[in-house]
């Protein structure tokens, strides 16, 4: 099970927001490099990084810092953040970016996710987004009129191994994850699921893990790290200590 830190990166820096809201946004560090090297030294074996203005902008707006975490950091890095056409998807990869995440683009347009599992296999994710069990789009700000089970099963048949299952109504909150829409989201598909939104504790990580569901690859961390409501070295012992014995 990976335990996965989230680098949120806006203007420049490191943030958190609340619901994906930018009027309710911490600074948690004015350099997001130096964080990202802080999770690799600290043990993480893959980061999840978001460029936050891209999500509003429709096309990704911190490259430059991208690039010198590829530079500093040696363990996998996954992207998400207005990655929106097959140009950008290649770009980010040849950028050393082991996957990226597509968000409002697998919504609208799925010839785009379809060609770029053929092109890029695993390397693609897509992120589901998760609103009253409709698909939230456009950084959050709207809401699709699809159920969130429904896309997930369109978009296995058209070449996705695994999503991102963000609970945005907890994100960021520190609210704990919705435990019974996690598990009956991993009962109803199956690809292989990284669950990240409202994760507070390490009973919270816990409470996940002991789902049972082999579909469920990771958890996603963001506020819960930084505000010192989890320890990092402490999540990573009981995911692995759970995995370990089972």
Not at 80 to 87: H, K, V
Not at 129 to 147: I, M, N, T, Y
Not at 176 to 202: A, H, M, Y
Request: glycine share 10%.
């Amino acid at each position: 099970m990976l335990i996965i830190p989230a680098v949120d990166i806006r203007n420049g820096k490191c943030v958190r927001l609340v619901k994906g809201k930018v009027d309710q946004e911490t600074v948690y560090s004015e350099d997001p490099v130096q964080v990202a090297c802080s999770w690799s030294e600290a043990g993480a074996s893959l980061l999840h990084l978001v460029d936050l203005d891209g999500a509003f902008a429709g096309m990704p707006k911190n490259i430059e810092i991208i690039k010198k975490i590829r530079e500093r950091v040696s363990i996998p890095l996954q992207l998400g953040g207005g990655i929106r056409d097959l140009e950008t998807i290649s770009e980010i990869l040849s950028l050393g970016v082991e996957r990226v995440i597509l968000g409002t683009a697998a919504v609208y347009n799925r010839k785009l996710v379809k060609d770029a599992c053929s092109l890029f296999g695993e390397r693609v994710l897509v992120g589901i987004d998760s609103r009253d069990r409709k698909v939230a789009v456009h950084g959050w700000e709207k809401v699709a009129q699809k159920d969130i089970i429904d896309f997930a099963e369109e978009l296995e048949d058209i070449g996705v191994k695994r999503v991102i299952f963000t609970d945005t109504d907890r994100d960021g909150t520190l609210s704990g994850p919705n435990i019974e829409t996690v598990r009956d989201f991993l009962s109803k598909v199956s690809l292989n699921v990284i669950v990240s939104g409202g994760i507070s504790s390490i009973e919270d990580i816990r409470n996940l893990i002991n789902l049972g569901y082999s579909n469920l690859e990771g958890i996603i961390i963001g506020r819960a790290l930084y505000d010192g409501s989890i320890n990092f070295k402490e999540a990573l012992r009981l995911a692995g200590a759970l995995k370990d014995a089972g």
